[in-house]
């Protein structure tokens, strides 16, 4: 059995989700189970932008206090990194509070640079990766994800934080590489969640997001501290407490098919607090459609027709030229504070809308979402 601990933790006060924190750990077989003396450990926390806390896009800073305590005292030497998509390292570490946590406990901010090749072998879909040397080079990596909802992945949980371990701007070359179908970009974050191996793995759901996640959705309390050294266990279990069918989750389907991590509900054990505590129902999900739909051939009338478009909401935007610049595809233009997409070029990655600072970029619903609403109600 593959063991996920759930904790109910209500509050980010210090010492609360320093208890919860524990216990999610202390389940698991404690800190010593995962942290030697005097290893180099890298706390891996999803810093995806410069905002502060209380927008519930990162991870708290205090859960990373609690994770960076917790192996101080197994005689570990912790360090914070990640590297932001677009906003600097040091713009980042100052919003989201790692500063504060840094200076605390006498931590390094490091940011993840220098991408290093790895090569993964038979079985991968993505054989040659190139992964930041820092995460490379850590004797343990912990990976401390935040719950959110995903319009492109419906779901960024433990294994889709990893994707913070490719460096910056390249991340958008892989989003390329991997184009417009969920499953392989899902193959994609899986094999980089091979490549990094992360030791364990300690969720920060005590406040998460739903709607338009990663970054522009709506804050939601799940009062949720989950861990595992299974990635994989970890989000299918969340996946399943936030009252959503696995096989909506393009990563559950990736997982299963290519057998990386335990996949089969009957042999994931969930400990800790119940499991009915922390039940949902009424969750606001992406609508996820597929551009994998139809064959190849009929690329352009998917596009097109069936599948949803990001659209500009001009009144909203700044001009700051930020998704202009992370789009994968060369896919938009910004003129006068006005974008134009090139529906024929963009890959539905939803990067633009995903870095947006204003929630300036909305979706306009393609018809296969349209057909599945009526199907549902
Ligand atoms: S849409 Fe958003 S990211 Fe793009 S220019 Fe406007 S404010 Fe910036
Ligand atoms: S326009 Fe937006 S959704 Fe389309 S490829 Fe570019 S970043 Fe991705």
Same mark, same amino acid.
């Given at each position: 059995?593959?063991?996920?601990?759930?904790?109910? $933790?209500?509050?980010?006060?210090?010492?609360?989700?320093?208890?919860?924190?524990?216990?999610?750990?202390?389940?698991?077989?404690?800190?010593?189970?995962?942290?030697?003396?005097?290893?180099?450990?890298?706390?891996?926390?999803?810093?995806?932008?410069?905002?502060?806390?209380?927008?519930?896009?990162?991870?708290?800073?205090?859960?990373?206090?609690?994770?960076?305590?917790?192996?101080?005292?197994?005689?570990?030497?912790?360090?914070?990194?990640?590297?932001?998509?677009?906003?600097?390292?040091?713009?980042? $570490?100052?919003?989201?509070?790692?500063?504060?946590?840094?200076?605390?406990?006498?931590?390094?901010?490091?940011?993840?640079?220098?991408?290093?090749?790895?090569?993964?072998?038979?079985?991968?879909?993505?054989?040659?990766?190139?992964?930041?040397?820092?995460?490379?080079?850590?004797?343990?990596?912990?990976?401390?994800?935040?719950?959110?909802?995903?319009? /492109?992945?419906?779901?960024?949980?433990?294994?889709?934080?990893?994707?913070?371990?490719?460096?910056?701007?390249?991340?958008?070359?892989?989003?390329?590489?991997?184009?417009?179908?969920?499953?392989?970009?899902?193959?994609?974050?899986?094999?980089?969640?091979?490549?990094?191996?992360?030791?364990?793995?300690?969720?920060?759901?005590?406040?998460?997001?739903?709607?338009?996640?990663?970054?522009?959705?709506?804050?939601?309390?799940?009062?949720?501290?989950?861990?595992?050294?299974?990635?994989?266990?970890?989000?299918?279990?969340?996946?399943?407490?936030?009252?959503?069918?696995?096989?909506?989750?393009?990563?559950?389907?990736?997982?299963?098919?290519?057998?990386?991590?335990?996949?089969?509900?009957?042999?994931?054990?969930?400990?800790?607090?119940?499991?009915?505590?922390?039940?949902?129902?009424?969750? /606001?999900?992406?609508?996820?459609?597929?551009?994998?739909?139809?064959?190849?051939?009929?690329?352009?009338?998917?596009?097109?027709?069936?599948?949803?478009?990001?659209?500009?909401?001009?009144?909203?935007?700044?001009? $700051?030229?930020?998704?202009?610049?992370?789009?994968?595809?060369?896919?938009?233009?910004?003129?006068?504070?006005?974008?134009?997409?090139?529906?024929?070029?963009?890959?539905?990655?939803?990067?633009?809308?995903?870095?947006?600072?204003?929630?300036?970029?909305?979706?306009?619903?393609?018809?296969?979402?349209?057909?599945?609403?009526?199907?549902?109600?």
């Amino acid at each position: 059995m593959t063991p996920v601990a759930l904790c109910r $933790c209500e509050t980010y006060e210090e010492e609360t989700t320093l208890a919860a924190v524990r216990r999610a750990v202390d389940l698991l077989g404690g800190m010593d189970r995962f942290v030697g003396r005097g290893q180099r450990v890298l706390i891996k926390p999803n810093l995806l932008s410069a905002r502060t806390p209380d927008r519930r896009v990162t991870t708290d800073p205090s859960i990373v206090r609690a994770v960076a305590l917790l192996v101080l005292e197994a005689g570990g030497e912790p360090f914070i990194g990640d590297s932001p998509a677009l906003d600097s390292f040091g713009k980042v $570490c100052a919003r989201t509070g790692m500063e504060q946590v840094a200076r605390e406990l006498d931590l390094n901010l490091v940011e993840l640079t220098r991408p290093t090749p790895v090569n993964l072998g038979e079985g991968a879909v993505f054989r040659n990766l190139e992964i930041a040397c820092q995460a490379l080079d850590a004797d343990v990596v912990i990976n401390v994800p935040k719950l959110k909802t995903h319009a /492109q992945m419906l779901f960024t949980l433990a294994v889709k934080n990893l994707f913070g371990t490719i460096v910056a701007q390249r991340k958008t070359e892989w989003h390329h590489m991997a184009g417009v179908d969920r499953d392989t970009f899902a193959s994609l974050l899986l094999d980089i969640y091979t490549a990094v191996g992360p030791g364990l793995n300690i969720l920060d759901g005590v406040w998460g997001m739903e709607g338009h996640g990663p970054a522009n959705g709506e804050a939601r309390k799940f009062n949720l501290v989950a861990a595992s050294a299974d990635a994989v266990a970890l989000d299918l279990c969340v996946c399943r407490l936030l009252g959503v069918p696995l096989r909506m989750f393009p990563l559950y389907r990736a997982a299963r098919a290519r057998k990386v991590g335990e996949t089969d509900p009957e042999k994931i054990q969930m400990k800790g607090d119940n499991p009915a505590r922390f039940a949902v129902r009424d969750l /606001q999900v992406p609508q996820l459609d597929s551009m994998g739909i139809l064959p190849g051939k009929f690329d352009w009338f998917t596009r097109r027709y069936l599948v949803s478009k990001p659209v500009h909401e001009r009144s909203r935007c700044v001009g $700051c030229g930020q998704c202009e610049e992370i789009c994968p595809a060369q896919a938009l233009e910004l003129r006068d504070k006005k974008l134009t997409f090139d529906y024929g070029a963009c890959i539905r990655c939803y990067c633009c809308q995903e870095i947006c600072p204003r929630d300036a970029i909305g979706f306009r619903k393609g018809m296969l979402v349209r057909i599945l609403n009526v199907l549902n109600r």
